[in-house]
């Protein structure tokens, strides 16, 4: 089945980049997520890519796709204390008729002023 | 536009007792979903709906958990009898027919703790 893993921790300073990393298993996913989380609220999508795309840029955040070795990244830029929460992979296959979400455990981002 | 609704935000009950969580999705949003989310851990799919039916139920532990979605808008999830490790948000989504991820949206969570 498929199964998404991500590191559970990353602390950062106000300013610096984060880096954010994600594995899959399923080759066939065709849309890969990313959604935050903050402390008591529902899930924000942030942004997606399809697989046939290497990297996406959406303001501070950039997604980076590496096929071959099924890992996904997000960077974000210039990273603020606002940023702090829980960030979510996630991959849908809606070619299989899969299109529910299957989600990473998420890493939680922490940022130091 | 009005978001998924989700009630009750919170419920703490006892082993064995019982709870319904009901969920509004966004007006014309044929399929909906509802994701167990345990603490230190991402969400996990319970259920999926298409209108009033069934898609993927397979990992709902029928046993304890049901749910429905009769009239094709709003659901309800019930938990019977509740388990210490049914401990969890519980995420109700809502997405058109035929939407990929970037279009499904998420409600706030009930919040479950069962002591």
């Known amino acids: 089945g498929e199964d998404v893993e991500q590191s559970l921790f990353l602390s950062v300073r106000e300013g610096d980049s984060s880096v954010i990393n994600c594995t899959y298993t399923?080759?066939?996913?065709?849309?890969l997520y990313w959604y935050k989380q903050e402390p008591g609220a529902g899930l924000q999508l942030l942004t997606y890519i399809f697989s046939n795309m290497d990297m996406k840029q959406d303001q501070r955040l950039t997604v980076l796709l590496n096929k071959k070795d099924k890992h996904l990244s997000l960077r974000i830029a210039d990273t603020q204390t606002g940023d702090s929460a829980i960030y979510f992979c996630a991959e849908t296959n809606p070619d299989t008729g899969r299109r529910a979400l299957t989600f990473g455990s998420g890493t939680r981002l922490q940022v130091q002023p | 536009e009005a978001g998924v609704a989700q009630s009750p935000r919170y419920k703490i009950i006892e082993k064995r007792q019982s709870v319904a969580f009901w969920c509004n999705p966004i007006s014309g949003h044929a399929t909906l979903y509802w994701y167990q989310q345990i603490l230190g851990q991402g969400p996990k799919l319970l259920i999926q709906f298409q209108n009033n039916g069934v898609v993927d139920d397979s990992q709902l532990p029928k046993d304890r958990f049901s749910a429905e979605r009769l009239k094709g808008v709003d659901s309800t999830l019930k938990i019977q009898p509740a388990k210490l490790e049914d401990s969890a948000v519980y995420l109700c989504?809502?997405?058109?027919?035929?939407?990929?991820?970037?279009?499904?949206?998420f409600g706030e969570g009930s919040w479950l703790t069962v002591v």
């Open positions: 989504a809502s997405s058109l027919e035929g939407a990929t991820g970037n279009t499904i949206y």
């Open positions: 399923d080759s066939s996913s065709t849309y």
